[in-house]
């Protein structure tokens, strides 16, 4: 249980989440307040001599309640962050000198956002950063522009197969879920959409949403509150956005699902099921290994007994989604289509017994090692990981939760049954888009 107390630092009055003591050397997170009553994931850096901020809004695809084309459930979102990501190249040629960063990226869920850089000029990539965040201006040229990058963009991501089999997958494996709409857009939309259209979606959706904010580096508390405030400072106070709605689940197909793509001679396939919620940091954490036993990486066994049995699929790969509402295992693999029914029948049946039996003893230690460390890395004091902190963050990861997840992953029992279950909880679905 995270202790709670009160601290005077500076002047300020603050909340903070003390961490729990660890035996490793490691900052202590502190989950603060800063004056303007942002709160935030706070881990100094006692070897970096740079900052970094990272920043998530709940508004993603997800979190907006409303279809249409003036408040988007995609084109403005890709418009706002085709135009910021320019601008942002822009700040980066102007600020040569001053070695810093400002990046956005959207994703269902919310829109993360990195800004690093050295101590000296931290304040300056801010004071350019907060420009894009407050008041995005947007000209009816560059507007056009992007509008027909994103149209090909869009037109052309809808006709690949992965995409194709990721929204069966979706489609096929729960009742109406917010996150199928993100898969395959429909790129009229952004026909439709002016300038006024994104800055009016960007106010009322994006910066009023929930703000998450960790702050990595080489500082006192007192100063990370000031850099929040003065990239934060200037937003219009936000409400708290409707959580996303519960998935309901189908009975899993008994037959592949297969979609049609005009690829004549390669199948792309899909096989995987419900799973854990990043929100549940043990169960979490035993799924991330168990899915790198089966398809992480060269020592994985579907690469043992699949790619490298066979010979027959050569794009092996899983993808382990950080989904709030649900997470969901998915495998894809591009196969030869004259080789697609022996292939899949070797992957249920490679999964089937992985599933039933479970991982060896050494498949465990080297799945331990690499996700343990990926852990460590992550939550130890590096200012190129403030993003993935407020990840943590967002998918409700507790302070004492970050600080020791590598220790976590080293302690969990991965031959208990119940993570299996856990990973794959319903039949597997497969798809198959060729």
């Not at 890709?78 to 990046?103: C, W």
């Not at 898969?183 to 800055?199: F, Q, R, S, W, Y």
Request: net charge negative.
């Amino acid at each position: 249980m995270t202790k709670h107390f009160r601290t005077l630092i500076g002047g300020l009055r603050r909340n903070l989440f003390k961490a729990r003591a660890s035996t490793e050397t490691r900052p202590k997170a502190a989950l603060s307040n800063s004056p303007t009553g942002i709160q935030f994931l706070f881990q100094p850096s006692s070897t970096q001599q740079s900052a970094a901020i990272g920043f998530a809004f709940r508004g993603g695809i997800a979190h907006d309640p409303e279809d249409g084309p003036h408040t988007s459930l995609v084109a403005p979102r890709m418009l706002l962050e085709s135009a910021l990501n320019r601008t942002g190249g822009q700040i980066s040629e102007t600020l040569t000198d001053l070695e810093g960063t400002f990046v956005l990226n959207a994703e269902p869920e919310a829109i993360f956002g990195l800004v690093v850089g050295p101590k000296k000029s931290i304040l300056e990539i801010i004071h350019h950063s907060r420009e894009f965040l407050a008041m995005p201006q947007i000209s009816e040229r560059m507007l056009d522009d992007i509008k027909k990058l994103v149209f090909d963009q869009l037109t052309e991501h809808a006709a690949e197969p992965y995409t194709k089999a990721q929204q069966a997958f979706l489609d096929g494996l729960c009742l109406p879920h917010p996150y199928v709409r993100s898969v395959i857009p429909d790129p009229e939309m952004v026909k439709n959409i002016t300038a006024a259209d994104v800055v009016t979606w960007h106010s009322e959706r994006l910066v009023k949403s929930r703000l998450i904010v960790s702050v990595v580096g080489h500082i006192s508390e007192v100063e990370a509150g000031s850099l929040v405030d003065a990239l934060f400072g200037r937003l219009p106070k936000g409400y708290p956005s409707r959580k996303i709605e519960g998935v309901e689940f189908k009975p899993i197909a008994p037959t592949p699902i297969t979609v049609s793509t005009d690829t004549p001679d390669q199948a792309v396939i899909g096989i995987g099921s419900a799973s854990v919620s990043v929100s549940q940091p043990e169960s979490w954490l035993a799924a991330r290994m168990l899915a790198h036993i089966l398809a992480g990486d060269e020592n994985a066994r579907l690469f043992r007994e699949v790619r490298n049995g066979t010979g027959k699929t050569y794009g092996l790969q899983y993808h382990f989604d950080f989904f709030l509402g649900a997470s969901f295992f998915v495998l894809f693999g591009a196969i030869a289509k004259e080789d697609l029914n022996g292939t899949l029948s070797t992957i249920r049946s490679s999964i089937d017994s992985f599933v039933t039996q479970g991982p060896t003893a050494a498949e465990i230690a080297l799945a331990r090692t690499a996700v343990s460390a990926l852990m460590r890395t992550v939550t130890q004091d590096h200012s190129a990981f403030a993003r993935e902190l407020t990840n943590l963050l967002f998918f409700g990861w507790s302070v004492d939760d970050i600080n020791r997840a590598d220790t976590l992953a080293a302690e969990i029992d991965l031959s208990t049954s119940r993570y299996r279950e856990e990973l794959i909880s319903l039949p597997p679905l497969v798809v198959v888009a060729g």
